[in-house]
């Protein structure tokens, strides 16, 4: 309906000779997105974020229209996401997101009030702050149920990954790869792969000729690190998905690789930075918890309030933290040994699960807090240092491999999202 493509006006009720035909424009529409839209004020606020980081990193960037085409695609792609999430009743609640801001200002060293100013000197308002990573945690969500189910790593993978590292001696390098994608559509023509061809041949020469990486990436790049300027983060070679890895190999910092061709389009990489990982232990602790998931019927302060009691009656030692586990935890792995989980790396669990265990003491226990699977006590028991075993290298591969394999797949996701989605950029 081309209602919908109509700038949002109100009226300006003023007094005296103003009053006639006075107009005010509110916000307007710059992409219609299936259900949803995308205001242009979501445009420009994405865009002044990006230009704030630059600053403060002392980063060029492309020109005000370049920034809001990629800004633009940035929220097609959220939206699709997020009307994903609406559609899979996909919710974070006000106490989970609460518990991730409490994580990052603990993460910074800061109080959450000191937390809170920071967010406001840098961003303005705290309450945008919030909702903007309530939907970040939203998208990574639906990422994360929507890309592991096609994911299946046998067992003859991992053994056959871990010979060849063997053979070849494991390396410990770790790269920061940045990337630019010149991307193809889905059924791309005979014109289209040459045009994009042309384009991936012109951006490898303006880098070759000194232009800033990061800065042409945002510029050129259709891949969904554009407005990071193509920053993929630190990645064992392992990691990287195949057609990377087997061209990043043997390189140098500041290389140039590619255009890589694949069924996204023409792939162009460089080095930022190599580092070099040697761990020769790793920690273990063995703990317990108790789970407790809010529903319909048990709201979140009721399931946390449950859990608070507990934790006061366990310390003043009225009860017994393996029957209370066994009778209310609906962990069904752990419930039945009393909430036992045994002994485990802590980076096996999810990150507030994870950073939990790491602060307590020995035979501490938790105050409640808040994960993607409900409500939670632990307590350590024991804690460990391992030697490096066979099947701490057969659990390092398969992570390697499923970083590999998520990393391609959510290209894929993203992709496949997009052009099954009804799309219009407003003018």
Excluded at 300 to 329: I, M
Aim: glycine residues 8%.
């Amino acid at each position: 309906m081309r209602l919908l493509s109509c700038i949002v006006l109100v009226g300006c009720l003023l007094s005296g000779p103003q009053s006639h035909g006075a107009e005010r424009e509110i916000d307007r529409i710059a992409a219609i997105v299936d259900s949803g839209v995308v205001l242009e004020s979501e445009v420009r606020e994405v865009v002044d974020r990006v230009k704030r980081n630059a600053a403060s990193q002392g980063q060029g960037l492309p020109s005000d229209q370049v920034l809001r085409v990629q800004a633009l695609e940035r929220l097609i792609q959220t939206s699709l996401q997020m009307q994903m999430a609406n559609r899979m009743g996909l919710q974070i609640s006000d106490a989970q997101l609460d518990q991730t801001i409490q994580r990052i200002a603990a993460g910074e060293g800061m109080s959450l009030d000191q937390f809170r100013v920071q967010v406001e000197q840098e961003e303005g308002s705290y309450q945008q702050f919030r909702e903007r990573l309530r939907e970040e945690i939203t998208t990574n969500e639906v990422m994360r149920n929507a890309v592991q189910r096609r994911i299946y790593i046998s067992p003859q993978e991992v053994e056959s990954l871990l010979r060849v590292m063997q053979e070849q001696g494991a390396t410990s390098e770790q790269y920061n790869i940045g990337h630019i994608l010149i991307g193809l559509p889905n059924q791309a023509s005979t014109d289209d792969i040459e045009q994009a061809r042309r384009q991936a041949d012109r951006v490898l020469e303006l880098l070759r000729e000194g232009t800033d990486f990061r800065q042409q990436a945002i510029t050129s790049s259709s891949g969904s690190r554009a407005l990071e300027g193509g920053d993929m983060g630190w990645m064992n070679i392992n990691e990287m998905p195949t057609l990377f890895a087997e061209a990043i190999r043997g390189k140098r910092r500041g290389d140039m690789i590619g255009p890589l061709r694949s069924g996204a389009g023409f792939h162009i990489l460089t080095i930022f930075d190599i580092r070099g990982e040697n761990v020769a232990e790793i920690e273990e602790v063995k703990s317990r918890h108790v789970l407790i998931r809010p529903s319909i019927i048990l709201s979140e302060e009721r399931a946390r309030d449950r859990l608070a009691r507990f934790v006061t009656d366990f310390r003043n030692g009225n009860v017994s933290f393996a029957d209370f586990a066994r009778e209310h935890s609906e962990d069904p792995g752990s419930r039945n040994n009393g909430g036992d989980l045994g002994w485990a790396e802590p980076d096996i669990f999810v990150p507030e699960f994870r950073d939990t265990l790491r602060s307590l003491d020995l035979n501490e226990i938790s105050e409640p807090f808040r994960t993607e699977h409900g409500w939670h006590v632990v307590q350590v028991l024991e804690r460990r240092s391992v030697d490096a075993t066979a099947d701490r290298q057969r659990e390092q591969i398969y992570r390697m491999i499923f970083n590999r394999r998520f990393s391609e797949e959510s290209t894929t996701f993203l992709r496949e999202l997009r052009d099954e989605a009804y799309i219009e950029v407003l003018d």
